[in-house]
């Protein structure tokens, strides 16, 4: 009998996150999107990945440092890039880490419930006409609050950065960040740590399709 290999994570990620995925690429060919389009990617989405890239490359740059290298570059990326003063940057780095903490205790939560479900349903494989249950509803609340939970952390940028100077902060995400974003397949249904060169990367939403087996 064939059976079918249903992405059963992927699915239930559906119920989480959006529908479209856009992948960030600082490059002088890489052409900027319409305002439209930059205006289709969700700001918690922005503001997830921008906190979380700059997370992960402050860990490159200790592992560097341990190395005996010099992680500098790496470390002041976003100071040197948003232009921002030695207390910005400080407050910068502390409402990122702390952004990406509490994020990542939620989506431990939500891959619980997944993993969960994913046994339900026979570790992704279904008899052929069968379907997988219905994503448990407390995966749109851990979403939901995921989402406010970033939210609050970038309004606490603004607050800590004053109107003007988050103005001047924000023009850059828009112009620098968000209008090198474009619209590409996912490879993997979770936001992942990208390269230096490519900036933080934005997952909107899977469209990984089942395997025939």
């Known amino acids: 009998m064939k059976h079918k ?20 690429r600082k490059t002088a060919a890489q052409p900027k999107q319409s305002v439209q ?3 289709a990617i969700p700001e918690f989405e922005v503001y997830r990945q921008l906190f979380h ?5 402050k860990h490159k740059a200790d592992e560097l440092e341990k190395q005996g290298k010099d992680g500098k570059f790496l470390r002041e990326f976003y100071k040197r890039q948003a232009k921002l003063t030695d207390d910005e ?11 990406d903490e509490e994020v990542a205790r939620q989506d431990a939560m939500a891959k619980a419930i ?24 407390e995966l749109r609340t851990l979403w939901d ?8 952390y970038r309004y606490g940028l603004e607050a800590a950065f004053g109107a003007s100077e988050f103005k001047r902060f924000s023009d850059y995400v828009n112009q620098d960040v968000m209008a090198r974003m474009s619209n590409q397949p ?8 990208m390269g230096l060169k490519r900036g933080p990367r934005v997952i909107t939403g899977p469209t990984a399709k089942p395997e025939e087996r």
């Open 5 to 24: 290999r249903i992405l059963i994570v992927v699915a239930l990620s559906i119920v989480v996150l959006a529908e479209a995925a856009v992948k960030f």
């Open 37 to 39: 389009q930059v205006q």
């Open 53 to 57: 890239h700059n997370v992960t490359m």
């Open 89 to 99: 940057a400080n407050v910068f780095d502390d409402i990122a880490s702390k952004c």
């Open 114 to 137: 997944i993993d969960k479900q994913l046994v339900k349903n026979g570790n992704g494989k279904l008899a052929k006409g069968d379907r997988p249950s219905e994503p448990p509803p």
């Open 145 to 152: 609050e995921r989402n406010a939970i970033v939210m609050r």
């Open 186 to 193: 996912p490879s993997q249904p979770h936001p992942t740590p």
